[in-house]
């Protein structure tokens, strides 16, 4: 049992504050711990929401920042903020981290939530996208700082011309506001589809209808081989030969997950950091919360890797409530992560349901559960702008996606997280007005 | 300008004020507990969930559809729930006091 003073002396290291490691200073100190909060990141600007970024923040006139908290706020709850911090290694023997200023900063409890980077296609002449002064003209969007420079080169562009290269999220999101501003939209995906990797032919086809009658340029099925600078435009160029100019770029092909320092510190790594229910590390004493991640899901039976606002404010959550004690039900075996995970014995219900949201044009995508492996799928139109689309694999509801129909995303939330069955029939009958009564059925005693 | 008042589930109170953006910004700009916004403002959360007084219910204005649905999220919806990010800072609620449902 420790004495007070010593709780006191505590040093809790949080590395990156964006919504996992932000989330989770703010819960540590609500949920009662006492000692010092050191939260770090290499980002100089006030941690913010980052889904803004590609809607609001570029749509809007002004320079606009969300930020998650006002900086009072961490004054008041005593969590040290520093900004523009760069870790450079973490040593979990003496359980301590190096800063690029050479600053060590001793740690008792250290929480990963490095999150991730977009990843930057090894394409020929992409880096050499520049203007005539020699200023970047190709983008990612991934900070405040990218939409800032991305603003920009908007408004400093001579034709608007702009050639996204990925029809991910983010890239559509991207279409979609520049749209708004006025600007020709080129967006060129590698797959026979966009979205390919995280939902059907229903909701790809039906975003690609929507973004080419808002006037986007968009291609399916070409890679993009080279970048030739011409004057001043860019020409992106496809495998087939076709040619597109840009007057800047942005790429927006997916992430590569900040595992580096978790490397360092040797904690177990595969694509993300791996962490059990309570988000612990393969080290006791090293957490690891946010997109920087992948756990064992009992829900889905698999290892998820989630990119999401959910996971980091759940993972936050629960990192907090575990390191304070104050987690009512959990085994936790520190000598292997995956032993954690067989000893775990939290119910499945306590685990929570990811979903996700997207806002293209005047159209609010609203995603519950994950689509994976799903057998069967039955789309429930109400009008021409909303539908739902609802994923089972056998009798299991998997998913929901809703297009401007949040009760459709509501029910399909219920059932998951209660484990219900859905009445199929009624589902699939146009103009069946949806509701829990009619809709839910019993649960589902067997998950598996 | 407008000033208002957060009453929070522990029974905390707090006057604030503010003269633009949605009550869920002037909320979480103040750190108003069990307030957090977590999708920044967009309706796709239901974590910004307040009561309204039945009296201002009317003056504020009807929930959209999408916010009416969203609430049913929240197992503590009650007649008079509201999701704060879709409430603009404005004189037509000066004065008004809101209950944090969480």
């Known amino acids: ?448 | 300008m407008a000033k208002v008042i957060f009453v929070t589930q522990n029974n905390g109170s707090m006057e604030v004020e503010g003269d633009s953006g949605s009550l869920m910004e002037l909320a979480v700009a103040n750190g108003v507990a069990g307030i957090d916004g977590d999708c920044g403002g967009v309706c796709s959360c239901a974590t910004c969930h307040i009561y309204v007084e039945p009296a201002d219910f009317e003056k504020i204005g009807q929930p959209e559809e999408i916010e009416s649905d969203m609430l049913q999220l929240d197992d503590n919806v009650r007649e008079f729930s509201r999701l704060c990010c879709q409430i603009e800072v404005s004189e037509v609620i000066d004065g008004m006091t809101f209950v944090v449902a969480n």
């Open chain 1, 1 to 448: 049992m420790q004495t007070k003073d010593e709780a006191l002396n505590l040093n809790m290291v949080i590395i990156g504050a964006s919504h996992a490691g932000v989330s989770a200073a703010f819960n540590l100190r609500q949920q009662g711990w006492k000692g010092r909060i050191i939260l770090l990141d290499r980002d100089p600007q006030l941690p913010y929401h980052r889904p803004p970024l590609s809607k609001k923040t570029l749509q809007s006139d002004a320079l606009v920042s969300s930020p998650l908290k006002a900086e009072k706020a961490y004054i008041d709850n005593e969590i040290s903020l520093n900004l523009g911090q760069n870790v450079t290694s973490v040593d979990s023997k003496t359980q301590q981290i190096t800063l690029a200023n050479s600053e060590v900063i001793p740690f008792d409890k250290l929480i990963i939530a490095t999150g991730c980077d977009a990843f930057i296609p090894p394409i020929k002449g992409l880096s050499d996208t520049v203007d005539e002064t020699g200023v970047n003209r190709f983008f990612a969007m991934r900070t405040y700082a990218d939409a800032l420079a991305i603003k920009s080169a908007l408004t400093n562009s001579k034709d608007k011309q702009v050639v996204i290269i990925g029809g991910g999220y983010i890239g559509l999101e991207c279409a979609s506001s520049f749209i708004a501003l006025g600007a020709k939209v080129t967006v060129i995906e590698k797959q026979s589809h966009i979205l390919s990797r995280v939902t059907s032919h229903v909701m790809s086809d039906f975003l690609t209808q929507l973004h080419r009658d808002k006037g986007v340029t968009l291609t399916t099925g070409k890679d993009v081989v080279e970048v030739i600078h011409q004057a001043d435009k860019h020409i992106v160029v496809c495998g087939d030969g076709t040619q597109y100019p840009a007057d800047f770029i942005i790429v927006g092909v997916g992430v590569r997950r900040n595992t580096q320092l978790a490397i360092a510190a040797g904690v177990d790594v595969e694509q993300g950091v791996k962490v059990n229910a309570v988000c612990q590390t393969s080290h006791p004493n090293i957490f690891s919360i946010g997109d920087c991640t992948e756990y064992f899901s009992q829900r889905y039976q698999r290892w998820l890797k989630l990119e999401s606002v959910q996971n980091a404010v759940e993972q936050a959550k629960t990192v907090a409530q575990f390191i304070t004690g104050n987690l009512p039900t959990v085994v936790p075996d520190t000598n292997t992560v995956n032993q954690t995970i067989q000893n775990d014995s939290r119910p499945n219900t306590q685990e929570a349901v990811p979903w996700f949201w997207s806002d293209q044009y005047q159209c609010k995508l609203q995603i519950v559960g994950l689509s994976d492996g799903y057998d069967e799928l039955i789309v429930c139109q109400e009008s021409a702008e909303q539908f739902s689309v609802w994923y089972f694999k056998a009798d299991r509801l998997l998913c929901v996606e809703a297009v401007n129909l949040a009760k459709a995303y509501v029910l399909g939330t219920q059932a998951i997280k209660h484990n219900m069955q859905v009445n199929k029939s009624l589902l699939s009958a146009l103009d069946t007005e949806l509701t829990k009564t009619s809709l839910l059925i019993e649960p589902v005693t067997s998950l598996n």
